[in-house]
């Protein structure tokens, strides 16, 4: 009788075991399985064709051998002064990014397409500088969607709080109940991040898609109107969970491939 105690405990802590160990390699995968975003936005002085031409032949065929698909290019709709050139990588997960970099940086291919640029004197400098911040997609939506490639415009909003929890709420109000009513009124999405790091934070920033602004105010009509988002706009647990909204137009450069 101890003895067949014995075995059913060891089969119980065992299964338990197992079961955890699952468990945490799931809860691991779906971590991985998110993407991970690093968004760039370079302040032009000098020509930007020397840039761009970086881009072109050097920096976006590395990444894409590397694993990094679908980088997107953008400039501001109308004429910004200076003049801002927009870039998104997209790594697979949090992990590849350091991975993919180095990769990159000792690529020999890359290395060749990167000796114009890299020989430019300090009087032909492209950009001022360049500000750069690092989101992971949020469980909602965790690779980023590329929309048709017709003519098309892009709405890049990023959302303040006045704390961690704030933009933690403004998040999970995303997660369970903003999406549905985003697709349904055609609000589409390209990617959601929660900030790591970067400006204003704590923040989240995202990326939708229109055909021009004339849908975009349509469409934004028909969210605010949407009978889930009143409802769930007045819910209490989601109070004062954004401070304060930025935002930006955007349109694809040639060489997107977003």
């Given at each position: 009788?101890?003895?067949?105690?014995?075995?059913?405990?060891?089969?119980?802590?065992?299964?338990?075991?197992?079961?955890?160990?699952?468990?945490?390699?799931?809860?691991?995968?779906?971590?991985?399985?998110?993407?991970?975003?690093?968004?760039?936005?370079?302040?032009?002085?000098?020509?930007?064709?020397?840039?761009?031409?970086?881009?072109?032949?050097?920096?976006?065929?590395?990444?894409?051998?590397?694993?990094?698909?679908?980088?997107?290019?953008?400039?501001?709709?109308?004429?910004?002064?200076?003049?801002?050139?927009?870039?998104?990588?997209?790594?697979?997960?949090?992990?590849?990014?350091?991975?993919?970099?180095?990769?990159?940086?000792?690529?020999?291919?890359?290395?060749?397409?990167?000796?114009?640029?890299?020989?430019?004197?300090?009087?032909?400098?492209?950009?001022?500088r360049f500000e750069s911040s690092f989101?992971?997609?949020?469980?909602?939506?965790?690779?980023?969607?590329?929309?048709?490639?017709?003519?098309?415009?892009?709405?890049?909003?990023?959302?303040?709080?006045?704390?961690?929890?704030?933009?933690?709420?403004?998040?999970?109000?995303?997660?369970?109940?903003?999406?549905?009513?985003?697709?349904?009124?055609?609000?589409?999405?390209?990617?959601?991040?929660?900030?790591?790091?970067?400006?204003?934070?704590?923040?989240?920033?995202?990326?939708?898609?229109?055909?021009n602004l004339e849908e975009r105010d349509?469409?934004?009509?028909?969210?605010?109107?949407?009978?889930?988002?009143?409802r769930v706009s007045k819910a209490p647990?989601?109070?004062?969970?954004?401070?304060?909204?930025?935002?930006?137009?955007?349109?694809?450069?040639?060489?997107?491939?977003?």
């Open positions: 009788m101890k003895r067949r105690n014995f075995i059913q405990k060891s089969i119980i802590a065992t299964t338990a075991i197992s079961a955890g160990v699952t468990t945490a390699t799931q809860a691991n995968n779906n971590e991985q399985a998110k993407e991970f975003y690093e968004f760039r936005v370079y302040e032009i002085k000098g020509n930007q064709a020397n840039i761009q031409g970086y881009f072109t032949k050097a920096l976006i065929p590395a990444l894409n051998k590397y694993g990094v698909k679908n980088v997107g290019a953008f400039a501001e709709v109308g004429k910004s002064e200076p003049f801002k050139l927009y870039f998104l990588i997209p790594y697979p997960s949090f992990d590849s990014y350091q991975k993919i970099n180095d990769q990159v940086k000792k690529d020999a291919t890359y290395q060749q397409a990167s000796e114009e640029y890299n020989k430019l004197s300090p009087e032909q400098a492209t950009y001022t989101m992971i997609a949020f469980d909602g939506l965790p690779k980023l969607i590329v929309p048709q490639n017709t003519s098309r415009i892009f709405e890049l909003r990023t959302y303040e709080g006045y704390s961690e929890d704030a933009v933690r709420r403004k998040i999970k109000m995303f997660n369970d109940d903003e999406f549905p009513i985003f697709y349904r009124t055609k609000l589409n999405p390209v990617f959601f991040g929660e900030v790591i790091a970067g400006k204003n934070l704590p923040c989240l920033t995202y990326m939708i898609t229109f055909k349509a469409n934004w009509k028909a969210f605010g109107a949407d009978p889930d988002w009143q647990e989601y109070a004062n969970s954004v401070s304060k909204i930025h935002k930006t137009f955007l349109e694809p450069l040639p060489f997107s491939q977003i």
